[in-house]
């Protein structure tokens, strides 16, 4: 028996997913977690990005440097770790 979302990885068309259909189907859920559980990396990029910083250039900084930068935009240092 296929249901709906079954459908999409039946590549054959057979009416019934084989071990590499049903292979594809894993590795496609695993990695749509895997990009969910990213979002929060993407968020925190979001902030430094919205208030005119880049994290890249944050991380090289020394900490006391990066402390006052946060703080002049707007943000509680305490609140990222680098």
Do not use: C, H, I
């Not at 990029?45 to 890249?56: Q, R, T």
């Amino acid at each position: 028996m296929m249901f709906g979302f079954d459908k999409m990885f039946d590549f054959n068309g057979d009416g019934k997913l084989d071990n590499w259909e049903r292979a594809t189907q894993f590795q496609f859920m695993d990695e749509m977690l895997s990009e969910d559980s990213r979002s929060s990396d993407y968020d925190e990029s979001d902030v430094f990005g919205d208030a005119g910083l880049d994290y890249d250039e944050l991380e090289m900084m020394d900490p006391e440097e990066r402390r006052e930068a946060l703080e002049d935009a707007g943000l509680d240092p305490d609140e990222y770790d680098f």
